[in-house]
Antibody, heavy 121, light 112 residues
Framework: HVQLLESGPGLVQPSETLSLTCAVS?????????WAWIRQPPGKGLEWIGS???????FYNPSLRSQVTMTIDTSKSQISLKLTDVTAADTAVYYC??????????????WGQGALVTVSS | DIVMTQSPLSLPVILGEPATISCRSS???????????LDWYLQKPGQSPHILIY???NRASGVPDRFSGSGSGTDFTLKISRVEAEDVGVYYC?????????FGPGTKVEIK
């Protein structure tokens, strides 16, 4: 079955760019799924950041749209997230997940283990 | 954005007893195709969230049948028929009707 593994720097300086990668294994990225990033500040709830399809189509949370870029590399089976001009408010565990594009979606059916990113000088 | 609310936010439960969590959305999650775009997730302590229920009432693969989801439109319920120790954690509802997808604040379930 498919597995997701997030990776990237655990510490980012304020005003810098946060960059994370999600490696997909056990299945191809394919065309039937969107691949999403979801974050969770320490001790708080979940926030959907955005989703990207292998076609390059993206949906971003309007609250983060000015900061976010998501890309997908099907040859490497990787999804990437870039979040620019970060502040302490962007400190969170960042999860990679996936959801189907069909009408009867099974929700976010697979999640990575998460990557903690702290924004601090 | 669709706002999701949950109640209660904290739920002490007795092992073997039932438990119920409510979720409400600021607008209907029922689409013309008859599906309610409401999912339930459980985040156990120290773990990533995982899906329990999708489209309002469908159990995800591997989810025990003591979990059930119901409701339509704006009001939804997650029921655990008999709570087991492994059910502790934070339960989130989420709307998948439109972007931005939004989650409820979470209900923390702990053993009384």
């Amino acid at each position: 079955h498919v597995q997701l593994l997030e990776s990237g720097p655990g510490l980012v300086q304020p005003s810098e760019t946060l960059s994370l990668t999600c490696a997909v294994s056990g299945d191809s990225i394919g065309t039937e799924y969107y691949w999403a990033w979801i974050r969770q500040p320490p001790g708080k709830g979940l926030e959907w950041i955005g989703s990207v399809h292998s076609s390059g189509n993206t949906f971003y949370n309007p609250s983060l749209r000015s900061q976010v870029t998501m890309t997908i590399d099907t040859s490497k089976s990787q999804i990437s997230l870039k979040l620019t001009d970060v502040t302490a408010a962007d400190t969170a565990v960042y999860y990679c997940s996936r959801h189907e594009i069909v009408a009867a979606s099974h929700g976010f059916d697979t999640w990575g283990q998460g990557a903690l990113v702290t924004v601090s000088s | 954005d669709i706002v999701m609310t949950q109640s209660p936010l904290s739920l002490p439960v007795i092992l073997g007893e039932p438990a119920t969590i409510s979720c409400r959305s600021s607008q209907s999650l029922l689409r013309e195709n008859g599906y309610n775009y409401l999912d339930w997730y459980l985040q156990k302590p120290g773990q990533s969230p995982h899906i329990l229920i999708y489209l309002g009432s469908n159990r995800a693969s591997g989810v025990p049948d003591r979990f059930s989801g119901s409701g339509s439109g704006t009001d939804f319920t997650l029921k655990i028929s008999r709570v087991e120790a492994e059910d502790v954690g934070v339960y989130y509802c989420m709307q998948g009707l439109e972007t931005p997808f939004t989650f409820g604040p979470g209900t923390k379930v702990e053993i009384k």
